[in-house]
């Protein structure tokens, strides 16, 4: 299973206030906030562990088809890249830029494709196209239709295909991952 998440890093700045009192120990374990603050660039740390639980989250959900419940807690991220929720554990990688920090978690190593599009490119467009040319399928096919609990599948044709995907968007950047 694969998920993914971005955060812009501007529209952080202004919508969160990381540094009030019990913001961060809503979000993050004790563990967790001990890293964050002893990073040197404890904003950036603070956002890579979030995109990381958010990635892991949105496995995970799909791994075990589950309803939409967060607790940002339940999943506790290691310095090296591991999250870890319940008995399982999923690898991440994380890319940080100037302007964004964009997360990809998954359960094994399986090749995947991922892009990062600001706002003016669709994300959904994009991971369309590039599902069409790997399938050799039409592109007027090829739909995303979320399911019952929120989790985005992909239909050929009306028919529901086994293909693990992840979307996300975060202020002026949107990204997808899926693994053929």
């Known amino acids: 299973m694969i998920g993914n ?8 700045k202004t919508q969160s206030d990381w540094q009030r009192r019990g913001w961060l120990q809503k979000l993050f374990t004790k563990q967790e906030q001990q890293y964050i603050f002893t990073s040197e660039k404890a904003e950036i740390q603070l956002w890579q562990f979030w995109s ?5 989250y949105k496995a995970h959900q799909r791994r075990f088809n589950f309803s939409r419940r967060y607790n940002p807690q339940n999943f506790q991220c290691m310095p090296k890249g591991e999250v870890y929720v319940d008995n399982y554990s999923y690898k991440t990688f994380t890319e940080i830029q100037n302007e964004y920090v964009y997360s990809i978690a998954m359960t094994s190593d399986v090749a995947y494709h991922s892009s990062v599009y600001d706002k003016t490119m669709s994300a959904r467009s994009k991971l369309k196209e590039i599902i069409s040319e790997k399938l050799n399928i039409n592109l007027s096919l090829i739909d995303f239709i979320k399911n ?12 529901t295909i086994q ?7 975060h202020g ?3 990204a997808f991952v899926v693994s053929f």
Not at 52 to 56: D, F, G, I, L, V
Not at 163 to 169: A, D, I, K
């Open 163 to 169: 293909l693990p995907l992840s979307l996300t968007h």
């Open 148 to 159: 019952s609990k929120g989790i985005p599948l992909v239909h050929i044709d009306q028919k």
């Open 172 to 174: 002026k950047y949107s």
């Open 5 to 12: 998440d971005i955060v812009d890093l501007q529209l952080a």
């Open 52 to 56: 990381m639980k958010e990635a892991a």
